[in-house]
């Protein structure tokens, strides 16, 4: 009964270290799911971060670059419309000049028809019968037909003038208004580049931020298997233990069992032993008698 007790006692305890095991492998894998879990998490977090911090820094970098070939385009065609701006400006003078040079001749050849004309009219008042034949005239209206050519020529010159006079002005002003419109485009992006310079630096802090709670949460990854990893080491040490004493008390157990048996066999060896002997003690007594 003792042994039997012993035994129940042992096999109970065999069980209740296997639920506790049991409990503890369970604990273990609950943490070791719970931590892939939280790692996973972690990773997907950071890999997002990464991503759109990728993206941004590459919109930023092609919005810089865009706007920085938007802006040495712009000034280039700046600097071409103002050197335009100034060819126009000095052809506009220099035609300005060749009107008023026209006007003058202009002016002058007026001048030089009305005082032939009046010349003309005071020797034919002044003359006789011969001056019918038109004989002394000639030579005047030859000089009245070329002033009037001259006259012509210049006023179609002087409308010429006025009307690439007025071409010019009109491309100077279209210069002048397309002026402004750059230096509000240059402006604007100019104000694009300041933003995304902004935003660049704000994406750098948020990388910054990035990294240090991945640096936290790799720490933190560390140290919960460094603990997992000392509790697995502990409990596999008592877990060693245990099965090292329930070896000891089943080999002391078959130890007693082995002794207890040797006594019955030894028992009932000696109890054959009487038995044989019993039958020469009882004829022995009868021959006496």
Partial sequence: MDQQHIVDDLRQRLLLLQKDRRANVDLIET???????????????????????????????????????????????????????????????KRKRELIKLGDEAKACELEAGAGMGTGAGAGGGGGPNSLDGSDDAPLTRQIRSLESKLDKAMIKYNEAQSIRSTYEHIVKRLKEERIGFDNQLTALERTVQAKQRDYEELLLLSGDASHARDIAQQQLHAHRCRYEEKRRAKEG?????????????????????KDEEKQQKQKDQDKQVIAAAPALNGGGGCGG
């Fill in 238 to 258: 008592e877990l060693r233990e245990k099965h090292q004493m329930i070896k000891v008390r089943k080999q002391m157990i078959e130890r007693q069992r082995k």
């Fill in 31 to 93: 943490t070791k799911v719970n931590n892939a879990e939280e790692i996973g998490k972690l990773r997907e977090e950071n890999k997002e971060l990464k991503s759109k911090l990728t993206k941004l820094h590459n919109t930023f970098t092609s919005s810089k670059q865009q706007g920085k070939n938007e802006l040495s385009t712009l000034r280039k065609e700046v600097l071409r419309k103002r050197a335009e701006y100034d060819s126009l400006k000095v052809a506009s003078g």
